[in-house]
């Protein structure tokens, strides 16, 4: 799925998935949603629920972040070889993740 590209709602291409975010549950992991943009840099170094980068770091690491968007996995419609498509427009995704209870 990762590098699948992502088609909103109404047929525009909008990214592409970059990561996948999943809760550890006690018999396994649930997929909660996917991060979409150019680049999960600074996802994939853990800043972004709750962990905040070192002061030096915070603005290198939100400019790396710009483009990102994160689906949640309720509003994943299809998932197909190289195509993942969503039943919301881009404009309504928010910029990050954040865990939920």
């Known amino acids: ?3 699948s590209r ?3 709602r109404s047929g525009r291409s909008i990214g592409s998935v970059q990561d996948v975010v999943v809760r550890r549950d006690d ?3 649930t997929v909660l949603g996917l991060v979409l943009g150019r680049s999960a840099f600074a996802g994939r170094l853990g800043f972004g629920d709750s962990l905040e980068p070192p002061t030096p ?3 290198v690491l ?4 710009r483009h990102e968007r994160y689906v949640r996995w309720e509003d994943v419609v299809s998932v197909e070889t190289g195509r ?5 427009d881009h404009d309504s995704l928010p910029r990050h993740w954040h865990q939920q209870a």
């Open 6 to 8: 992502i088609v909103d």
């Open 57 to 59: 770091w915070r603005h």
């Open 84 to 88: 993942v498509t969503i039943a919301v």
């Open 1 to 3: 799925m990762l590098g």
């Open 27 to 29: 018999d396994g992991y």
């Open 62 to 65: 939100a400019w790396l972040r």
